[in-house]
């Protein structure tokens, strides 16, 4: 860039300061949340790759309708038995609850 339109770019942004400093602070905005919903989308798209044999993993979604529909990755008690010996192709299965203050204990330590 010629030093001449440096310096004319300068000026523009002295005279005009309350649109230069909206204008910065809108770009800073929106490459911020550009960016964290990148990385989101990207946790969301790795978060299988954790576990081996990810490509074999499957989610079972239940769907509950009322005025609008709603899907949970939890699953009725008896699925993942039911999954094991009626749908072929399935080795292993294990059922989803939702998170719950529940009280864990090993043996008899708490």
């Known amino acids: 860039m010629p030093h001449s339109s440096l310096r ?3 000026r523009t942004f002295n005279r005009n300061k309350g649109f230069t400093i909206l204008n910065i602070a809108g770009l800073a905005v929106g490459l911020t949340s550009c960016l964290l919903l990148l990385l989101y989308v990207d946790y969301e798209w790795q978060f299988d790759k ?6 074999n ?3 079972v979604y239940s ?6 529909i709603f899907s949970f ?6 699925m ?5 010996t009626e749908v072929p192709g399935v080795m292993a299965a294990v059922r989803v609850t939702d998170a719950q203050d529940q009280l864990l204990a090993y043996h008899e330590q708490l």
Do not use: C, H, W
């Open 73 to 78: 990755a939890v699953s009725p008690a008896p």
């Open 80 to 84: 993942a038995a039911a999954a094991q």
């Open 57 to 59: 993993i499957y989610v």
């Open 63 to 68: 769907n509950q309708s009322g005025d609008k």
């Open 8 to 10: 004319t770019i300068l």
């Open 50 to 55: 954790q576990f081996r044999d990810y490509e």
